[in-house]
């Protein structure tokens, strides 16, 4: 059970940030998170799909919440390709 929600987590991380025409193309995105924590668990799913490690970046702060922008070399630049 603790296995099936961990990888429900980090399809539904990862879908907010990778490319939608193909999902082994590099990371360039930017997402608004409420907490800073669900910024890390999109690092985690980045690294969990494409075993590249992403640069993340607070672009902004406001009374809403954080937005992160994600880059990473994507899956096919990666040693898992």
């Known amino acids: 059970m603790i ?3 961990f990888y429900i987590v980090m399809d539904r991380a990862f879908e907010m940030v990778r490319n939608q025409d193909d999902w082994k193309a590099p990371i360039d995105a930017h997402v608004d998170v409420e ?3 669900d910024g890390q ?3 985690m799913a980045i690294e969990f799909y494409t ?3 992403p ?3 607070m672009v902004e702060r ?5 937005r992160l922008s994600f880059e990473a070399a994507g899956y096919r630049a990666g ?3």
């Open 41 to 43: 668990i999109i690092a």
């Open 79 to 81: 040693p898992a390709a």
């Open 3 to 5: 296995e099936a929600i």
């Open 62 to 66: 406001d009374e809403n919440g954080f």
């Open 55 to 57: 640069i993340v970046r």
């Open 51 to 53: 075993a590249t490690r």
């Open 35 to 37: 907490d800073i924590n």
